[in-house]
Each structure stands twice: as structure tokens, then as C-alpha cells.
């Protein structure tokens, strides 16, 4: 089970990226909880920002990114995505997903610790 983010680059403050997961390695959606998106900045800790879990497929979001952000999944595709919108200077960032095996209580689902395994990230940049 392997994760592959894609879907960075450089952006305008305003503008827009999706962002992608994709499952690989013989693992499925079905085979973890949930999926969420982390970002780190340098000289910074890594933060939570969205999760969409398998079942019923709730979703849940950091306040820094909440209206500006939107998580989905395609499960035939394997992959979930992260559609960022209105990006602001601030969202620059190393962004990652990871895979939350088990099931946590919600209030758990965007603290790194709900997760086991890690993509690597790609880099978003946001600059005039």
C-alpha cells in the first residue's frame, strides 16, 4: 500500500490547484479509514488540514482552509484529490497525504498521529 501525491506547482495568490492521492502498490481506498491531507511549511509544524474517510465518506477541515478547500474521492480511480481555491500566500507549503488505518474519533482525524502511512509530498507555491 503506497501513497503518490501529485498536482503541486507555482500559483498566484487567487488562484487555483488540485491537488491528487493516488493508491498504488496493490492497496485500495477500501483498505484504510480515511485519507487526509497535511502541509508543512518551513520552520514549521506539520498541520492537518482535510480527511475523508471511507465510509460514509465524511469529511472534515481545518479552519485555515475551510470555504477555500474541498477533498473528494474517486474510489474507482484510487485516488483522492484536494481542490484548493482562492489560495492565499500563507498555503505555500510541502503537502502530503497519508492513510488513517483505523478508525479514530473525528476530533482525532486531522492529528498526524491518526496516521501510518505517508506519501510524499509535493510542493505548492504561491507567489506574485
Known amino acids: 500500500f503506497q501513497l503518490q501525491a501529485s498536482g503541486g506547482g507555482l500559483v498566484q495568490p487567487g488562484g487555483s490547484l488540485r491537488l491528487s492521492c493516488e493508491v498504488s502498490?496493490?492497496?485500495?481506498?477500501?483498505?484504510?479509514?480515511?485519507i487526509g491531507w497535511f502541509r508543512q511549511a518551513p520552520g514549521k509544524e506539520r498541520e492537518g488540514i482535510s480527511c475523508?474517510?471511507?465510509?460514509?465518506?465524511?469529511?472534515k477541515y481545518a479552519a485555515s482552509v475551510k470555504g477555500r478547500f474541498t477533498i473528494s474521492k474517486d474510489n474507482a480511480k484510487n485516488t483522492v484529490y484536494l481542490q484548493m481555491n482562492n489560495l492565499k500566500l500563507e498555503d505555500s507549503a510541502l503537502y502530503f497525504c497519508?492513510?488513517?488505518?483505523?478508525?479514530?474519533?473525528?476530533?482525532?482525524?486531522?492529528?498526524?498521529?491518526?496516521?501510518?502511512?505517508w506519501g510524499q509530498g509535493t510542493l505548492v507555491t504561491v507567489s506574485s
Open positions: 497519508a492513510a488513517m488505518p483505523s478508525r479514530y474519533i473525528t476530533s482525532y482525524h486531522l492529528n498526524p498521529g491518526a496516521y501510518s502511512i
Open positions: 502498490g496493490g492497496g485500495s481506498l477500501g483498505n484504510v479509514y480515511g
Open positions: 475523508i474517510t471511507k465510509n460514509p465518506g465524511e469529511t
